[in-house]
């Protein structure tokens, strides 16, 4: 009936989970999860549900499958799904389901989770999957949360869930600069390796919370705050197992005996490294990763601007100074409204009436907030000793203060637990929690993310936002913009927080993005990312020539994986046997995510 059991349990650490927290943010982690439950109303889920079973295969055939993967696994690593479904929260997050669900939670839901404990194991998993025509969808942890979590896009599908057992840290190399990391190895996991061996010369370099895969946040290309912000670029060297069972060594790991795996991302011939980003060509049980030198000191920074209008001046001013490597990492310029609810407060303490939370509410209370009223702020960090930084942030103050109003917020003037210091220790290479709190803005709160590129234009920046703007608010949703300063573009990144456990706003958010989408995309925008129920519509506005990049990407698809078992549907990539059934999800097809069956074996 109730989550208190949920709600009481501690916090698990680093030490007794791969998916645990680090000592260092405990405290942070349980307050945050005390401040996820008192806004819970939804009700626990407590009876066992009825089981599901993949498209295209009958029930008795399936338990057998699964009766024969378990004798190769061993019992404990394959489990049905036919549990309640237990949401947790982001530390104590679920594999059964999208935790920040935005259809009907039931659509989502894998049939069982397996757990291969090694790189063998995961090929006998795909060749079993061949074998009985089961489709598969790999996660290295499901913490892509806002994406679709942990869920597979075809109900009924079997999850790997590499991370439970595949954890190592292969190798750190202090002389290199790199790692070589498996499917469960977190940001959090790194960061802890790298300060127990005393490497205080390697940093790493975070997303915005710090629980993620580094396998799985690279391969979805996500982004972190340092000068190694684009995780992608960042890698070097895969192993990925085929979706027919076979395993490949990218780059230089293709050669026996070579020590540049992990320094030389292209070895010899096509570079196929990108074929197995977000796709659905391959698992990777194996990604190696270059590590920041301490750069011997660095120095968060934070400016305010007053005006919503301010927006394209400063954008023109930003990309010069980011192009030119003044301003040196991956910024973000974040809007009024989400600086409040990222102090973890519901809306409903500072406004209880419907429709969006009115810009004199936002104001009078961004007022007493200790950085001060204001539109947009600036989160930054100078990097290198004193006289190197100061250089830096001198033409970066006289830049800004261009924008009439601009104010520079001295940091020694802000308290210890304000938003800017969990930006500082993110830009420098220090893991955090804090970047969730805002998802409380809501009862039951989930997000999902609106994410469009642009260059780096004070048109461009006005034109999303504008049309952002326009759309939360004709659908009543807060407005939670994000700028994150790219080399020559910007992600701008729109977290729409609902309440999952009111389907009427889950279908407003949903109608919301697919506009969001169309809209973008009538303007030349698309995003560089997205969650799964959305895929098909972004695929769909990279359409360039008769669709002609999809027509490839199929073509890859049906050579790659003939069988159509590995992760149907992701990134909008479908499998032969699932084309014309009604299996994209559209404006059209609303909440169900499934089509009509698969075409039979051939
Ligand atoms: C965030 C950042 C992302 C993303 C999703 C969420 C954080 C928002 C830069 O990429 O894709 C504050």
């Known amino acids: 009936m109730s989550f208190l059991d949920e709600a009481q349990s501690d916090v698990p650490l680093l030490s007794e989970k791969h998916s645990g927290i680090p000592e260092f943010l ?53 489990e049905r799904n036919n549990k309640p479904l237990k949401d947790g929260w982001y ?64 109900r009924g599908s079997v999850l790997v869930d590499l991370g439970r057992r595949m954890n190592k840290i292969l190798d750190i ?90 320094t030389f991302p292209y070895g010899f011939g096509p570079y196929s490294d990108g074929i197995f980003s977000q796709s659905n060509f391959g698992i990777v049980t194996k990604m190696g990763m270059t590590l920041m030198p301490n750069p011997g000191g660095h120095e968060g920074f934070m400016y305010t601007f007053q005006k919503e209008e301010d927006l394209n001046q400063l954008i023109e001013i930003i990309r010069p100074l980011r192009i030119s490597n003044i301003l040196e990492n991956v910024a973000q310029l974040r809007h009024v409204t989400q600086t409040i609810a990222v102090r973890g407060r519901p809306r409903t303490d500072f406004y209880k009436g419907e429709g969006t939370i009115p ?33 830096k942030l001198s033409i970066i103050d006289t830049e800004f203060k261009k924008v009439p109003g601009a104010r520079r ?68 949703v807060d407005l939670f913009p994000a700028f994150c300063v790219g080399l020559r573009e910007m992600h701008l990144i729109v977290e729409l927080v609902y309440d999952r456990a009111d389907p009427k706003r889950r279908k407003d958010v949903l109608d919301c993005l697919r506009h969001l989408v169309e809209d973008a995309a009538a303007c030349g925008y698309g995003e560089y990312r997205t969650h799964l129920v959305l895929m098909d519509q972004v695929a769909g506005t990279y359409n360039w020539n008769d669709g002609a990049l999809m027509k490839f990407h199929e073509r890859l698809k049906d050579a790659l994986d003939p069988n159509g078992i590995m992760a149907p549907g992701r990134c909008g990539i479908w499998p032969k046997k699932y084309r014309n059934r009604g299996w994209e999800m559209t404006k059209a097809s609303g909440g169900n995510s499934q089509g009509d069956g698969v075409a039979p074996p051939s």
């Open 26 to 78: 405990l405290e942070k982690a349980r307050e945050a999860k005390a401040g996820v439950f008192e806004t819970r109303t939804k009700p626990k889920a407590t009876s066992d549900r009825r089981p599901v079973i993949p498209p295209g295969v009958e029930e008795q055939v399936f338990v057998t499958a699964l009766g024969e993967l378990e004798k190769q696994l061993g019992q404990d690593n394959v």
């Open 91 to 154: 530390m104590e997050h679920p594999n059964t389901h999208d935790l920040m669900t935005i259809l009907d939670e039931e659509e989502l839901v894998p049939s069982a989770m397996v757990y291969p404990g090694s790189t063998e194991e995961v090929q006998q998993v795909v060749l079993w999957a061949n074998k009985y025509h089961i489709p598969i969808s790999p996660i290295s942890m499901g913490r892509n949360l806002g994406y679709g979590g942990a869920a597979p896009r075809v």
């Open 173 to 262: 190399s202090p002389e290199d600069y790199t790692c070589l990391l498996e499917p469960g190895v977190s940001f959090f996991a790194l960061h802890d390796a790298i300060k127990k061996k005393g490497y205080d010369h390697l940093w790493i370099d975070v997303p915005d919370v710090g629980g993620g895969s580094v396998i799985g946040n690279t391969v979805d290309r996500g982004v972190g705050y340092t000068p190694y912000g684009d995780h992608w670029a960042c890698h070097s060297g895969l192993e990925v197992v085929l979706p027919t069972g076979e395993v490949i060594r990218t780059g230089m790991g293709a050669l026996p005996g070579n020590n540049t795996w992990q």
């Open 359 to 391: 810009d004199s509410v936002v104001h009078e209370v961004a007022a007493t907030l200790p950085i001060g009223d204001h539109t947009w702020a600036y989160y930054g960090m100078s990097y290198g000793p004193p006289h190197i930084r100061q250089y």
């Open 409 to 476: 917020i001295d940091p020694s003037t802000l308290p210890p637990d304000e938003y800017f210091w969990a930006r500082d220790r993110i830009a420098s290479g220090t893991p955090e929690l804090h970047e969730l709190r805002w998802v409380n803005w809501m009862p039951n709160g989930a997000h999902i993310a609106f994410s469009p590129v642009s260059p780096i234009r004070g048109t461009d920046a006005t034109k999303l936002f504008e049309l952002a703007k326009k759309r939360h608010d004709e659908f009543g």
